[in-house]
T-cell receptor, first 114, second 114 residues
């Protein structure tokens, strides 16, 4: 599968621990998005990058959350001092601005905070 | 910001019949409306999209209609098959540089009854 890749697929962590997720977009895509999806809900926008620049952040992204895309390729999403309410599926998507293509989603990282 | 409402939340349809899912949006600047299908445990996948300069788009058994005046758009699936069973999400975005995020509806769980 040469699509968007996310690691790990599943993460169980204790409350208060820090976690980091990685997303590798489709190689020619310069836009990368992070969404969060809870059970029975649609994906909620967290943040997005155009190359290495973080262009927009949702107010859902508290100061415990930080995202980076240092070289405009892969991205990481870190959650510090995790809370039970952070338990969700974290989805990454990528698209190519110039070609105006659809956003392709990765399989997601399911986070469970115990 | 944009707000997308989706109805119904669940829909059961006899195999071979048609299914219709409706969405409304609030931001008149939105001009791109994709529909995603998400099977259990899998990533959301784009099935069809429509841009605001088009009123209707069709792809085999799937069609989407858009009414910009009323700010609503609908997904139509004809001759439904068991493999159509999934959760369907509508989304909307202005898709202008600097404002690219997709706002999703809450999803419709479609069940096709054999």
């Amino acid at each position: 599968d040469t699509g968007v890749s996310q690691n790990p697929r599943h993460k169980i962590t204790k409350r208060g621990q820090n976690v980091t997720f990685r997303c590798d977009p489709i190689s020619e895509h310069n836009r990368l998005y992070w969404y969060r999806q809870t059970l029975g809900q649609g994906p909620e926008f967290l943040t997005y990058f155009q190359n290495e620049a973080q262009l927009e952040k949702s107010r859902l992204l508290s100061d415990r959350f930080s995202a980076e895309r240092p070289k405009g390729s892969f991205s990481t999403l870190e959650i510090q001092r995790t809370e039970q309410g952070d338990s969700a599926m974290y989805l990454c998507a990528s698209s190519q601005r110039i070609m105006n293509t659809e956003a392709f989603f990765g399989q997601g990282t399911r986070l469970t905070v115990v | 910001g944009e707000n997308v409402e989706q109805h119904p939340s669940t829909l059961s349809v006899q195999e071979g019949d048609s299914a219709v899912i409706k969405c409304t949006y609030s931001d008149s600047a939105s001009n791109y409306f994709p529909w995603y299908k998400q099977e259990l445990g899998k990533r959301p996948q784009l099935i069809i999209d429509i841009r605001s300069n088009v009123g209707e788009k069709k792809d085999q058994r799937i069609a989407v209609t858009l009414n910009k005046t009323a700010k609503h758009f609908s997904l139509h699936i004809t001759e439904t098959q068991p493999e159509d069973s999934a959760v369907y999400f509508c989304a909307a975005t202005p898709r202008d540089f600097g404002n690219e995020k997709l706002t999703f509806g809450t999803g419709t769980r479609l069940t096709i009854i054999p």
